[in-house]
Every structure is written in C-alpha cells, then in structure tokens.
C-alpha cells in the first residue's frame, strides 16, 4: 500500500482541531528547509537552534489563536517567520549578515554606518516601511514570488515548486515585481536610502 502524503493545508487544519501529531508531521516534513535557512544566514547552531524553535513557538501561538489565514501557503509563511526572527536577532545584536549584490537586490540593501545614530534608525525603519507599502501594491503573484526571493532567500526553482508553477513564470513575475517596483519609485520620486 502507497504512502499517502497529506497536503500541508490538512495538516495545518488537523492541528487546529486538536490533533498534536499533525504538527510533527510539518515540522519534519519542513525541517530541513527551514533550519538550513536559517542556519545561512546566522551560521551558528546554537543560535539557529534557538531561531528554529522560537520560529515553530510562533507558529503554535498563531494556530492555536485561530489566526492564521494563509491559504495552504504553510512554508512561505513559516520561511517569512522564521526570516522576522533572525532580522530581530541581528537587530538585537547589531550586526547584519552580508548580503550578496545584485541587481535584483540592490535596491532593498539598506547601507548604514557602524554606529547608527537615532536619525539613522528613524530612516531605516521608515525606508522598511516604505517599502513595504510598495510591495503591497504589486498584484499578489508578483509580490508573493518577490517575498520569496528576497526574504526567504529561496531559490527560482523552489519558488516555482511552492507556487505550482514553471520556473519561467516564476522568473517573469519578479521580473515585472521589479520593475512596477521601479516605476513607482521613480514616479513618486521616493528615495529609498539614508
């Protein structure tokens, strides 16, 4: 008899209405991805020990409280989770990891001094939340492909994977993501530095 694999959406709904094992099912099913993730970006155990079990507390948290909604997107959303809580770390900490440059990525590095005064905090966060803002306005394929790339570090293949569809489409949609981004930056003339 074949192994029936239960989608994550199931899973997910399972574990809401009292069934616990459905919860350790996701988290093996994901586990790899998830802590070798957040492992590239801390590289510590320990500490992606902590991040890994802090991002899997959240989700407890957020399912038991009835207010998760994200539509059988159950990796992307615990990637996104997981992608907070290190951000919170480095901020914690005050060091950011190093990114790699590219064109796709340039406008979304946030370059700061070593010892960033209150002013250049304030910037920081506002320049986050601008940005933020004009994602949101991207239709919702774009934005969801440009999350992922960008926050979840996932490659094109595995977005493709996530979202159901071929790696070209994937490709395309940040593509376009990037340049609606461009035009509306350079329409309103926002300046994203500090």
Known sequence: MANVVIPDAELVHNYINGDENALSILIKRHQSKIYGFIYSKVTDRDISDDIFQDTFIKVIKTLKSNSYNEEGKFLPWVMRISHNLIVDHFRRNKKM???RETEEFSIFSIMTDNSPNIENRIITEQVENDLQRLIEELPDDQKEVLQMRIYQDL??????DLTGVSINTALGRMRY???NLRKVIEKNKIILTN
Not at 155 to 160: D, P, R, T, V
């Open 177 to 179: 993501a990037l340049m």
């Open 155 to 160: 490659s094109f293949k595995e977005i493709a």
């Open 97 to 99: 990891p190093m990114h």
